[in-house]
């Protein structure tokens, strides 16, 4: 089977983006103005109306100018310190359930945070939305589609090229959120994970397995 994970409130009782962008305030790499300004972006996500690429501009000024040696020391400290916390060990059995089957996180998250947190789960693919770099250094852009919605859909079919309509008959999909609903209609067994509230009455209407994890 494919099992494919969304990362923040399915593997983790948090946003990982958020909780970056706490730690770079913390660390005083930027000021707590982006403190507000995530605020208004995760109302946005609730609701659905946010403007991803938008976000993204938002969230990568936090790294443009940064090298990946930089970036990747900070990460080294900010997954152990504030992702490693908020595992649901519920997800860590069901991971476990998986054990031989073929897994992959699939995150609207940027690659430079999904790939490590990835390996705290013992997940070796991932398909996140991709940094432009150059150099080595980040520009404060993302390149090509960004996993998010139905754009999820498209970075999978990228990624698994003639496989897909194959693999794709014998799959299932973890997430919490209506944005990744797309994704969930397309997998053989859409499993939602404590689902928010635009997502829990259409998982209920089509009686998808429901689970409520807990930290």
């Keep these: ?26 660390r005083k790499l930027v000021d707590s103005s982006f403190l507000e300004q995530l605020a ?5 996500y609730k609701n659905k109306t946010i403007d991803m690429l938008a976000f993204m501009e938002f969230f990568l000024r936090i790294v443009a100018g940064l090298s990946e040696s930089d970036v ?11 992702i490693a916390p908020l595992a649901y060990p519920s ?3 069901i991971l476990h359930a998986h ?20 390996e705290l789960f013992g997940i070796s693919e991932t398909i996140a ?19 998010f919605g139905a754009g999820k ?15 794709i008959q014998d799959s299932c999909f973890y997430s919490d959120s209506i944005n990744d609903l797309p994704l969930l209609e397309s997998v053989k067994v859409p499993i939602v994970c404590n689902p928010d509230s635009l997502l829990a ?13 807990v930290l």
């Excluded at 990747?72 to 504030?82: I, T």
């Excluded at 080595?136 to 993302?142: E, L, R, S």
Aim: hydrophobic content about 40%; charged content about 20%; glycine content about 6%.
């Design 1 to 26: 089977m494919l099992a494919l994970f969304d990362l923040d409130e399915t593997l983790i009782a948090g946003d990982s983006a958020g909780k970056w962008i706490e730690f770079c305030v913390e």
């Design 40 to 44: 208004a972006y995760a109302q946005q």
């Design 72 to 82: 990747g020391a900070l990460v080294a400290v900010f997954v152990p310190q504030k």
């Design 91 to 93: 997800m860590r059995e």
């Design 99 to 118: 054990a031989n089957d073929r897994k992959i996180l699939i995150s609207a998250t940027t690659d430079f945070l999904v790939q490590p947190i990835a």
């Design 129 to 147: 939305s991709q940094t432009e770099r150059k150099n080595g250094i980040f520009t404060g852009h993302t390149k090509g589609v960004l996993s």
């Design 153 to 167: 859909v498209q970075r999978l079919q990228e990624y698994l090229g003639e496989d897909y309509k194959i693999l």
């Design 201 to 213: 009455p259409i998982a209920q209407h089509r009686q998808w397995k429901c689970l409520q994890h």
